[in-house]
C-alpha cells in the first residue's frame, strides 16, 4: 500500500467548475501536510500547506481530517491555468524533513 | 533572487557509465535535497543535507548512489555503475535553515530537475 494514496484522474471540467481533490496518507504521526502543483516536465511547487482548522487561499481550500487521515483541496471558479498535477505531500516523521509524495491527480481544465 | 539550478538538464548514458548531476540550492539555504521520480511512479526522497552533513540518507537506493556537499553549497549526486532502473528525473531542493526542535517547516524550492536516460 502507498504511504500517500490519490486518485490519478484525469479529471476533466470546464471552466468555471468547482472541482475537488482527495489524498489519503497511511502514517497517523504524519506531521506536516501541503499541496504542491506540477505542470508538464516542470518541477513541484507548494500550492499550498494544509491546517488542522483548515485554509483558504483564493479560489483554493484545503483541508485535513488527522481522525481520517484524509487531506483535501478544492479548487472554485476553475480557470485554463489551473491544468496540471496536484500531488498530495506529507511529512511523515517528526524530526525529519523529508516530503512524502502521492502520484498526483491531473486536472484538465477545458473552456 | 535566482531559484535551484541543476546541471545537466539531460543525461544520456549507457548502463555501466558513470554520471555526476549538480545541484545549486538557492543562496542561504542551509538545507538541500534530492529526490527522483522513475517512470510511472512517484516522486521519492533520496537524501537531505543540513550544510556539508548527510541529515537523512534514508532514501539512498544502494550503494551505487554517492552524494556530496563539500563546502555547504553545492552538492553532486553521483551514479557509478549507472543501471537501466536509475532513469528517471531527479530533482534538488532546498529550504530556509530551520530548527527541528520548533518543528518549523520551511518551504522546500525544487530546481528543474536532471532527466537521467540510462541505455
Known amino acids: 500500500r502507498k504511504e500517500v494514496e490519490q486518485d490519478p484522474g484525469p479529471f476533466n471540467v470546464p471552466e468555471g467548475a468547482t472541482v475537488a481533490f482527495n489524498c489519503t496518507y497511511s502514517?497517523?504521526?504524519?506531521?506536516?501536510f501541503f499541496w504542491y502543483r506540477q505542470d508538464c516536465r516542470k518541477e513541484p511547487k507548494l500550492l499550498m500547506s494544509v491546517y488542522s482548522s483548515g485554509n483558504e487561499d483564493g479560489r483554493f481550500t484545503a483541508q485535513l481530517n488527522r481522525a481520517s487521515q484524509y487531506i483535501s483541496l478544492l479548487i472554485r471558479d476553475s480557470k485554463l491555468s489551473d491544468s496540471a498535477t496536484y500531488l498530495c505531500?506529507?511529512?511523515?516523521?517528526?524530526?525529519?524533513?523529508?516530503?512524502?509524495f502521492g502520484s498526483g491527480t491531473r486536472l484538465q481544465v477545458q473552456p | 533572487e535566482a531559484g535551484v539550478t541543476q546541471f545537466p538538464s539531460h543525461s544520456v548514458i549507457e548502463k555501466g557509465q558513470t554520471v555526476t548531476l549538480r545541484c545549486d540550492p538557492i543562496s542561504g539555504h542551509d538545507n538541500l535535497y534530492w529526490y527522483r521520480r522513475v517512470m510511472g511512479k512517484e516522486i521519492k526522497f533520496l537524501l537531505h543535507f543540513v550544510k556539508e552533513s548527510k541529515q537523512d540518507e534514508s532514501g539512498m537506493p544502494n550503494n551505487r548512489f554517492l552524494a556530496e556537499r563539500t563546502g555547504g553549497t553545492y552538492s553532486t549526486l553521483k551514479v557509478q555503475p549507472a543501471e537501466l532502473e536509475d532513469s528517471g528525473v531527479y530533482f534538488c531542493?532546498?529550504?530556509?535553515?530551520?530548527?527541528?526542535?520548533?518543528?518549523?517547516?520551511?518551504?522546500?524550492?525544487f530546481g528543474p530537475g536532471t532527466r537521467l536516460t540510462v541505455l
Open positions: 531542493a532546498s529550504s530556509h535553515m530551520t530548527s527541528l526542535a520548533h518543528q518549523r517547516v520551511d518551504e522546500q524550492f
Open positions: 505531500v506529507v511529512i511523515r516523521d517528526t524530526g525529519r524533513r523529508a516530503l512524502t
Open positions: 502514517n497517523s504521526a504524519s506531521q506536516s
